[in-house]
């Protein structure tokens, strides 16, 4: 029988107790005394009898909570998750989401441990762990690879600035996480989840299913609780895609409000950093952070009106019919009990609505971000010590080590972004005119023309079979809307489909995450507990 209590007791102080010495007992009181001794030992701790604490089943804010109070250690906390990406990240399912752990975790939580009994909590993510997209710099013995074998000896000068507000906020850097190589932009065949330093990344919910990406291993690894958080990127849709297809919640803030300097860039017009979490509460505790926003131990965003019978009466919400896949009866299915939650919270929908978005605006975005790419994958490269340090370098690189980094698909993108000017040449510039001004003139008009607070659609369809000689499959998208425009958006997921998770997007103006995640908050309250993974091998 074990006791197990992580609240007052030291990690080793009830196992102790029980190793007290009972030879002067007959033999068959001897367990029946070691036990009552342990149970002594927790009750003067003040451990109610029984209670087991395992960090990794805890949500974000609850587990900075109980860190802040002293209930649990950073080194329990950190050596709980350590334990269960070995047990299912190589092994086991072996998802294949974490690039490497941090060789420091343990270290950097034991200094938390000390600074807490000498100077309590250190920030509001005092010994939370929290894992890092692959392509986001780190000071410290980790690579910054952005998956590729080319840049896996490239260690990063200066920690990024939103990993210098985690550190400063008490997070403990966990590990790097697995992503679409290059972050999906390398290729237009492209396989997402795989990358050539930590292989094919694998949904947790149906193995031989995609994750999609880029920021794949960031929001696989919350979903099968390898991190209560993590932080992930996207440019477009590489964070809401990924958390619909892993049943997470993943915000993309507007663009500009994360500090994106340290992070392999692809376009510094569409780039940025946003948190993936089991729940939009623990979203919002990662995201203040990141935004560097005072934020006190365990609070989150509030959610107004949370508390009456219509908290959401005077939010209107728009129904994009528009989006990529519309049409699919089982993800019209999902998006209509969403609508029917946010209905009886009180919010009035307005349905349909059209963009307009024609599709010469996805053509002049990929213009634009072939031209920020070189310009800001040149400037990156510039600087690292141990790769290559130019594009031309890096796709020389890559064509020598062939069979390491192209075995399935090229690097055509890379290509066609080396045959561009400079940001000054006027197809730059009508590019941008064609693409994010036209969109943000059609939202403004949308948005203005029916009184809208927030626009909704399907985040994702059903995660495709990974097939790394076809490619990504993927079949619904809405995420272009806020990606090209720069507006904010959350991904919540709402059901199902067979064993996989399909989610909802909420759209709003720029700045108004609060008002998202208070909108994703109430819609999740009335979802109810969302499915765990399972682990399946195949679709049944």
Not at 259 to 276: F, H, K, M, N
Not at 339 to 367: S, Y
Request: net charge neutral; proline share 8%.
């Amino acid at each position: 029988m074990k006791l197990t209590c992580i609240r007052r007791m030291r990690p080793r102080a009830a196992a102790e107790a029980s190793r007290r010495p009972f030879r002067h007992l007959p033999p068959a009181r001897r367990g029946f005394a070691a036990v009552a001794s342990c149970a002594a030992a927790l009750v003067a701790a003040g451990c109610p009898l029984g209670e087991r604490v395992d960090p990794t089943e805890l949500g974000g804010v609850e587990l900075a909570r109980r860190l802040a109070a002293g209930e649990l250690t950073a080194e329990q906390t950190a050596s709980a998750y350590l334990e269960r990406i070995a047990a299912l990240d190589r092994t086991g399912p072996s998802l294949r989401a974490v690039l490497e752990v941090n060789p420091d975790a343990l270290a950097i939580a034991r200094a938390l441990d000390r600074q807490f009994r000498e100077a309590g909590p250190a920030g509001p993510l005092h010994g939370v762990p929290v894992i890092l997209k692959g392509n986001i710099d780190t000071a410290d013995r980790m690579a910054t690879s952005a998956g590729s074998v080319a840049l896996a000896g490239h260690f990063a000068a200066e920690d990024a600035p939103l990993v210098r507000r985690l550190r400063e906020a008490g997070a403990v850097i966990l590990g790097k996480a697995n992503l679409s190589e290059w972050a999906n932009f390398r290729s237009l065949r492209s396989v997402s989840g795989w990358s050539s330093v930590g292989g094919q990344t694998r949904n947790p919910y149906v193995l031989d299913r995609n994750p999609c990406g880029s920021s794949s291993g960031s929001a696989v690894a919350v979903a099968a609780r390898l991190a209560p958080l993590a932080v992930g990127t996207e440019t477009d849709g590489s964070i809401v895609c990924p958390a619909g297809a892993n049943g997470v919640v993943g915000l993309k803030p507007t663009i500009g409000r994360v500090d994106t300097e340290g992070i392999v860039p692809i376009a510094a017009s569409q780039d940025t950093a946003g948190p993936l979490a089991r729940s939009v509460a623990d979203a919002a505790l990662l995201l203040r952070v990141l935004l560097g926003e005072p934020t006190r131990h365990g609070e989150v965003l509030p959610v107004p009106g949370a508390t009456s019978a219509a908290p959401l009466a005077g939010v209107t919400i728009g129904v994009v019919r528009d989006y990529t896949g519309a049409g699919e009866e089982p993800i019209d299915a999902a998006l209509a009990g969403a609508l029917e939650h946010l209905r009886a919270a009180g919010a009035v929908l307005v349905d349909p609505i059209r963009i307009g978005a024609e599709p010469a605006i996805r053509a002049a975005e990929l213009e634009v971000l072939l031209y920020e790419f070189k310009d800001g994958i040149e400037r990156y490269l510039a600087n690292v010590r141990n790769g290559p340090r130019s594009l031309e370098e890096l796709i020389r690189f890559n064509e020598e080590h062939a069979a390491e980094t192209m075995p399935y698909f090229g690097q055509e993108i890379f290509l066609a972004a080396a045959a561009k000017g400079s940001l000054d040449e006027p197809a730059y510039a009508r590019a941008v005119d064609a693409s994010r001004t036209r969109l943000r003139a059609l939202l403004a008009e949308r948005f203005a023309e029916h009184g809208l607070d927030l626009l909704v659609a399907p985040a994702n369809g059903p995660a495709w079979r990974t097939d790394p000689q076809a490619g990504d499959r993927v079949s619904v998208s809405s995420s272009s809307f806020a990606a090209i425009s720069g507006y904010p958006s959350i991904a919540v997921p709402v059901a199902l489909v067979g064993a996989l998770p399909v989610a909802v997007a909420l759209v709003a103006p720029p700045h108004r995450e609060e008002l998202l995640l208070s909108v994703a908050a109430e819609l999740e309250r009335r979802r109810g507990a969302f499915p765990e993974p399972e682990f399946l091998p195949a679709m049944p």
